[in-house]
């Protein structure tokens, strides 16, 4: 079983940023994938980034260059960070590890708020 816990998320203006962490339970942290999802009001959830257990990332199309994930697994822990924030980037941000030939596990989620 593996826990995850997001922090982070707050009120920023447009142009902001903000760093959001998941603190992950679990003796194998990094042996897991582990990527950002949001969603936001009425629309279905998105994926935004992912980092493989060798640190390969990859982006959504619309926070590439923007956003930056990264993982420390001497703290069990992945970090988004946030550049250049847009309203559109107002959502609820999930964490998720996939665990090798298992389960994926979910956060209870942060929430981001932009304002224009």
């Known amino acids: 079983q593996v826990q995850l816990v997001e922090s982070g998320g707050g009120f920023v203006q447009a142009g902001g940023s903000l760093r959001l962490a998941c603190v992950a339970t679990?003796?194998?942290?990094?042996?897991?994938?582990m990527g950002w999802y949001r969603q936001a009001p009425g629309k279905p959830r998105e994926w935004v980034a992912s980092i493989t257990r060798r640190g390969d990332q990859s982006y959504a199309p619309s926070v590439r260059g923007r956003f930056s994930i990264s993982r420390e697994n001497g703290r069990s822990t992945v970090f988004l960070q946030m550049n250049s924030l847009k309203p559109e980037d107002t959502a609820v941000y999930y964490c998720?590890?996939?665990?090798?030939?298992?389960?994926?596990?979910w956060g209870q989620g942060t929430q981001v708020t932009v304002s224009s």
């Open positions: 998720k590890a996939s665990v090798p030939l298992g389960d994926d596990y």
């Open positions: 679990g003796r194998a942290f990094s042996n897991y994938a």
